[in-house]
């Protein structure tokens, strides 16, 4: 139940604004995706400041990179920027990676504060190959291996499963803008709208199919079945074969192997309890939005 106590750390409620302070005197405009590393350190992509964030374990909001104005230059995180970045992850070795969404670009911050672009060429495609002549249409969420080798990013308009390896791009799963909800193993599988993603314990990936209203999961072979959700709008919980969702967004999986969905018009975290497949309402009460904390049911969330 402890961890069901929703409190607000940073932010005001319905307050937008660019402010590094401490708590809830710092401001953020569209917090979108959100990472944390080895020493307690949070990252949240800003979308619509345009800035990488960080928040302290003390509480101390700060910008790690981006100036604020929209665009895709490299360099040090003072004057790097970005456009309207949604995923962010990051490795063991301290490296940040960031879905930069509206760059159409994959881009890296590493220890030292440095910006550089991981893959993409900023134009909106599909072209797999070498880094720098790769293309992503509207990247949204990014998964990276503990170690930094590989990175696995949905991308959200073309519907499919891109992975970064060893300089390379390459399509892991789904049909080039064709959307569907069929399981099958690489290019036969299809998405509709892949949006988060994230990693499992035992090395395969769980993406939140936000159009198909289900979590899928795709191992490191391509190979694509349906987790959770029936494809129906819903919020009922219960086996992962009848439980229903309602547009899912971000996902994580904690060290014990169990998941957690932002379930976005639901206004919910959902939870996925590791080895009994059940869905349950983590936080939150379906359909009820707002800012309130609380425990458990009693606390509200707004998309």
């Known amino acids: 139940a ?6 607000t750390i940073a932010g005001v ?18 917090p979108h995706g959100m990472a944390s590393d ?21 509480g101390v909001v700060s910008t790690l990179a981006g100036t604020g104005v929209a665009g895709s230059n490299d360099g040090p995180g003072a004057t790097a920027t970005f456009n309207e970045p949604w ?3 990051c490795d063991t070795l301290g490296n940040i990676y960031v879905a930069d969404t509206k760059s159409y670009k994959i881009r890296k911050i590493d220890v030292s504060g440095t910006v550089t672009t991981l893959a993409g060429t900023g134009v909106f495609g599909t072209t797999n190959g070498t ?7 509207f990247p949204t969420g990014i998964a990276t291996t503990r170690d930094g080798s590989t990175q696995y990013v949905t991308d959200y308009n073309t519907h499919t499963i891109r992975k970064i390896n060893g300089g390379m791009v390459s399509t892991l799963a789904g049909m080039v803008y064709v959307a569907g909800a ?5 290019l036969s599988a299809s998405f509709n709208h892949p949006y988060g993603i994230a990693i499992d314990n035992s090395g395969n990936l769980l993406v939140s199919d936000e ?3 289900s979590l899928r999961k795709v191992t490191p072979l391509g190979a694509v079945t349906t987790y959770a959700g029936n494809g129906f709008i819903g919020s009922t919980d219960g086996a992962v074969n009848v439980a229903r969702f309602n547009y899912p967004w971000g996902i994580v999986v904690d060290s014990m192997n169990n998941i957690y969905v932002m379930d976005g018009y639901n206004f919910t975290i959902r939870k996925i309890q590791t080895g009994t497949n059940i869905v349950s309402t983590y936080a939150g009460t ?4 707002g800012s309130a904390d609380g425990v458990g049911a009693a606390a509200r969330f707004n998309n």
């Open 2 to 7: 402890r961890a069901q106590k929703v409190t």
């Open 13 to 30: 409620a319905g307050v937008s604004g660019m402010t590094n302070a401490t708590g809830t005197s710092a401001r953020f405009n569209g």
């Open 38 to 58: 080895k020493a307690g350190n949070v990252y949240i992509t800003d979308r619509y400041n345009n800035r990488i964030r960080k928040i302290a374990p003390n």
């Open 87 to 89: 995923g962010i992850a």
């Open 131 to 137: 880094a720098n002549v790769s293309s992503f249409g």
């Open 182 to 186: 069929t399981d099958g193993t690489g």
């Open 211 to 213: 159009w198909n209203n």
């Open 286 to 289: 379906a359909l009820s939005s």
